[in-house]
């Protein structure tokens, strides 16, 4: 049975850092006053509505300070960025964003998290007001509310990070720098299908998905974005080379 696969390898998935138990704690401060979004209620059709969460790079050994990554996606271009921070402190949290807003095509208008204390805390809060950001949260234990970022925390950070703990300075550097490539890498050249709408008849339910594009194509085909951006983004798209990125991001890897 799966339960006994489990038993039996336990040791060997320790011994190779095959883990990805939750490391969030929940955050008390502030909680009961901030609004919460579910997944129904992502209703946008427009960039800059972030979900945002962290991934933590300790195994099953989280003491000391070690590495976390900001990830954010965008909920209707898909638009994704990372990066990384040593520790867990509120000030890297803001930093952090402070950082992957100015690298986005586009505005950054909401942030939606889950109810970790890196986010639930009055230096978050004072940053979205000065900035005019909207701040939600999801509810407890329930992923589902954050489909998309869940979604990119697997395919874009554990797939090429890993799962093994880093802890020092010079991987927070490389780190970042593959989270450089990766930006352009993901976001120019990779397509994904987005769920257009969901239908329910009765008990069944169905899902109707629109063509797959890259965040890339849906932010030059998005009205609200002003043209000199998308000249900007497409004088990026043509200095780039997918096989030569691909190539960096492996070395960065190993």
Partial sequence: SPATVDRYLKHDRRRINLTSRSRTKPGSLLKNQIP?????D???????????????????DNKGDYLHTLDTTDVFTGWNECRAFMGKSERHTVEGLRNIRE????????????????????HLLRYSKQNQITYTRAREEKKNDQNYIEQQNFTVVRRFVGYQRLDTYPQLRILNGLYDLLSDYQNF???VMRL???????????RRYDLAKSAYQRVLACPSISLEAKEKLRKRFWKLNPKK????ITRLGR
Avoid: M
């Fill in 36 to 40: 919460i979004r579910t997944f129904a």
């Fill in 42 to 60: 992502w209703t946008e059709k427009e960039p800059g509505f972030l979900e945002i969460d962290t991934v933590h790079h300790c195994t099953e």
């Fill in 103 to 122: 690298r986005l095509p586009f505005p950054l208008k909401g942030i939606d998290f889950d109810t970790g204390s890196e986010f639930v805390n009055y």
């Fill in 189 to 191: 050249f990779q397509s």
């Fill in 196 to 206: 257009k709408e969901k239908v329910r008849n009765g008990t069944r339910l169905t």
């Fill in 245 to 248: 990125l691909l190539w960096e």
